[in-house]
């Protein structure tokens, strides 16, 4: 009873943006994103779209944004005024990844980092079908989420009670996945959590 009523305090306090940022500069780790993904991030010139980007926090360790071409887009217009503000340099926009603004094939490289965790599989469905074609044909897509993982108690008790609601196994997250060709599977330590790492291309149609 007192631990779910501080859950939903939690919950309420990081949906202020600015607690949000704090949290996200606190708690996490994305020096450890930005190495697992530094073969397909350390190219200049790149066109990157930050797929639900909250406050900015990870672009700025993730993103090189002097030489690289920054997109971020964020469904709560707070978060996304936070991190346009984070990252000048860059572009952020409030938007609903599941029908994104944009012309098809504008991007080299999509990410999601700890986002579908937050969405049903019918969603993270409608997103990766925009996501396809936002991305330019020869695009990749990278993916971090967070796993439960035996032995860990510390971090499952925290992903128990975590706001996103849809923490999956591998499978369940390599189930939304089917119509992407998988380059890259393996998983790393995110923080206190351990997370699937995924490197997508997009399957030619048939
Ligand atoms: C845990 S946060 C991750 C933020 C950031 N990517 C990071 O690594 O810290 C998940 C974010 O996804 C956003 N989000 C959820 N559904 C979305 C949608 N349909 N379109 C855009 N953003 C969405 C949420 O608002 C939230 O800011």
Redesign the pocket.
Same mark, same amino acid.
């Not at 887009?73 to 709560?76: A, C, D, S």
């Given at each position: 009873m007192m631990n779910s009523l501080l859950t939903r305090l939690a919950h309420r306090l990081l949906e202020v943006p600015m607690i949000?940022e704090l949290q996200?500069s606190l708690c996490?780790d994305?020096g450890s994103?930005r190495k697992e993904f530094s073969e397909y991030l350390s190219k200049d010139g790149l066109k990157i779209l930050?797929? #639900?980007? #909250?406050?900015g926090?990870?672009?700025s360790v993730i993103v090189d944004m002097e030489h690289q071409s920054y997109t971020g887009?964020?469904?709560?217009s707070g978060?996304a005024a936070i991190a346009a503000k984070r990252n000048p340099k860059g572009k952020v926009l409030a938007?609903?990844?599941?029908k994104m603004d944009f012309p098809s094939h504008s991007f080299d490289l999509a990410f999601?980092? #700890?986002?579908w @965790? @937050?969405?049903d599989d019918k969603?993270v469905r409608r997103?990766l079908v925009e996501t396809k074609r936002v991305l330019k044909t020869k695009g990749v897509l990278l993916v971090?989420e967070p796993l439960f993982t035996p032995g860990r108690w510390y971090s499952n008790m925290l992903l128990k009670r975590d706001? #996103?609601r849809h923490i999956r196994t591998r499978d369940g997250y390599l189930a939304l996945v089917k119509d992407w060709y998988t380059e890259r599977e393996r998983t790393f330590n995110f923080s206190l959590h351990r997370s699937l790492s995924l490197v997508l291309r997009p399957k030619a149609p048939r």
């Open positions: 949000f996200e996490n994305y994103i930050d797929i #639900g980007c #909250g406050t926090v990870s672009a887009i964020e469904l709560m978060y938007m609903d990844a599941t999601f980092s #700890g986002v @965790h @937050h969405m969603t997103v971090a706001r #996103g």
